[in-house]
């Protein structure tokens, strides 16, 4: 049972247009999510992270909104440029309810291409 | 600095014999983690390890998988008589709490023949 759900395996875009990456949640008890970036034969790095008290969080050219009541998240990269084609990870956590942030919970991932 | 360094970064073993992993933390980080990913999949936590509190195992598939953290920093996670199903890259990730980001080492790839 997937509790985090990416469910585009991969997304093509033209530099210099958004890139739009989409994330759903079941676990009612999430309460901050993250999005991860991995490129072959590295592991995944951190990108950008949300709490559930927020809507969105921006950092440069990366933004991450939050809909509690759908239970789903985005990332938005504007403008896309080709470095950015790497794949992307959603992941969650419960930190109030686990009494510790402990694991993360990823989603199976959505390979962006940006084509120049 | 230095980041998370995984050990080896392939592996090649035959069905039935035992692997161990080697992970590297960076230095000072107390919270160890380790996760896999099958193909076509997203990171499965298995073990995790906060200072010299118990490790938290819930995420082991089997017994056949154990992970040891040794002086409160190198882990090793040892599979024993592999499956192919075993196959998959193994990641560490390293966080200085248990709140923090979590940083990941580049995963070693294991393929089970």
């Known amino acids: 049972d997937q509790q985090v759900k990416q469910n585009s395996p991969s997304l093509s875009v033209q530099e210099g247009r958004i890139s739009i990456l989409n994330c759903d949640y079941t676990n009612s008890m999430f309460d901050y999510f993250l999005w991860y970036k991995k490129y072959p034969a590295e592991g995944p790095t951190f990108l950008i992270s949300i709490s559930s008290i927020k809507d969105k969080n921006e950092d440069g050219r990366f933004t991450v909104f939050l809909n509690k009541s759908a239970k789903h998240l985005s990332l938005h990269i504007v403008p896309s440029q080709p470095g950015d084609s790497a794949v992307y990870f959603c992941?969650?956590?419960?930190?109030?309810?686990?009494?510790?942030?402990?694991?993360?919970?990823f989603g199976s991932g959505t390979q962006l291409t940006v084509l120049p | 600095g230095a980041g998370v360094s995984q050990s080896p970064s392939n592996k090649v073993t035959e069905k039935g014999k035992d692997v161990e992993l080697r992970c590297d933390p960076i230095s000072g980080h107390t919270a160890l983690y380790w996760y896999r990913q099958s193909l076509g999949q997203g990171l499965e936590f298995l073990i995790y390890?906060?200072?010299?509190?118990?490790?938290?195992k819930s995420g082991l598939p089997s017994d056949r998988f154990s992970a040891e953290r040794t002086g409160g920093s190198v882990s090793t996670l040892t599979i024993q008589r592999t499956q192919q199903e075993d196959s998959a890259v193994y990641l560490c990730?390293?966080?200085?709490?248990?709140?923090?980001?979590?940083?990941f080492g580049p995963g070693t790839r294991l393929t089970v023949t």
């Open positions: 990730a390293s966080s200085p709490t248990v709140k923090s980001e979590q940083y």
């Open positions: 390890f906060q200072g010299n509190s118990a490790p938290d």
């Open positions: 992941a969650a956590k419960a930190v109030i309810s686990s009494g510790s942030a402990r694991q993360l919970t």
